[in-house]
Nanobody
Framework: VQLQASGGGLVQAGGSLRLSCVAS????????MAWYRQAPGKQRELVAT???????NHAESVKDRFTISRDNAKNMVYLQMNSLKPEDTAVYYC????????????????WGQGTQVTVSS
């Protein structure tokens, strides 16, 4: 199983970026998909989560600016980031909780490699 994130880059404050992440490999289902971020010298923080049924949760710091979505048929999760601020600069990581086999009792969390987002002032 592998998660591959893409879409990061350099953008000016007020701009937009869209991050994408695809899960590949052999597994039964994906329950939770999420985006985290880690700025230099700071701990990794949760940005947004989305359940398989579409329910979402966004951190207060990104509400009304970022939107998480997913395409279950493609095993993909997205993060639309609008009105970006310099404080959004970080490495963004996608993660997914996967049920590897139908009869498994629990999920395994997998992480993508991270994609750099840099917002200039």
């Amino acid at each position: 199983v592998q998660l591959q994130a893409s879409g990061g880059g350099l953008v000016q404050a007020g701009g937009s970026l869209r991050l994408s992440c695809v899960a590949s490999g052999t597994f039964f289902s994906i329950t939770v998909m999420a985006w985290y971020r880690q700025a230099p010298g700071k701990q990794r923080e949760l940005v947004a989560t989305i359940l398989s049924g579409g329910s979402t949760n966004h951190a207060e710091s990104v509400k009304d600016r970022f939107t998480i979505s997913r395409d279950n048929a493609k095993n993909m999760v997205y993060l639309q980031m609008n009105s970006l601020k310099p404080e959004d600069t970080a490495v963004y990581y996608c993660c997914a909780d996967l049920r590897l086999r139908e009869w498994d009792r629990g999920d395994f969390r997998y992480w993508g490699q991270g994609t750099q987002v840099t917002v200039s002032s």
